[in-house]
Nanobody, 117 residues
Framework: QVQLVESGGGLVQPGGSLRLSCAASGSIFSMYRMGWYRQAPGKQRELVAL???????NYGDSVKGRFTISRDNAKKMVYLQMNSLKPEDTAVYHCNSALPTRGLEYWGQGTQVTVSS
């Protein structure tokens, strides 16, 4: 069982930056693929960024070049550095952990990010 707790959301002006954090509990954290997804009101959940156990990353097209995902296996933490934020980045951001080979997947409760002047 893995529990995920996000933090770092808030209100920021367009062009600003935020850093989201996701604290994970449970063992074998380093084996999990970690990711951030977001869901805006009235829209489907979309991929923001993924990072594999080996450190490879993948980003949604709308955030490439602006967001950076990273992980610290020793601290069981995942981060999302968000720069050059736009109003369309406004959403609830959820942390995700997955171990596809074992059919395991977990979600955090989410943290609200609002980009507005």
């Amino acid at each position: 069982q893995v529990q995920l707790v996000e933090s770092g959301g808030g209100l920021v002006q367009p062009g600003g930056s935020l850093r989201l954090s996701c604290a994970a509990s449970g063992s074998i954290f380093s084996m999990y693929r970690m990711g951030w997804y977001r869901q805006a009101p009235g829209k489907q959940r979309e991929l923001v960024a993924l990072i594999t156990s080996g450190g490879s990353t993948n980003y949604g097209d709308s955030v490439k070049g602006r967001f950076t995902i990273s992980r610290d296996n020793a601290k069981k933490m995942v981060y999302l550095q968000m720069n050059s934020l736009k109003p369309e980045d406004t959403a609830v951001y959820h942390c995700n952990s997955a171990l596809p080979t074992r059919g395991l997947e977990y979600w955090g409760q989410g943290t609200q990010v609002t980009v507005s002047s």
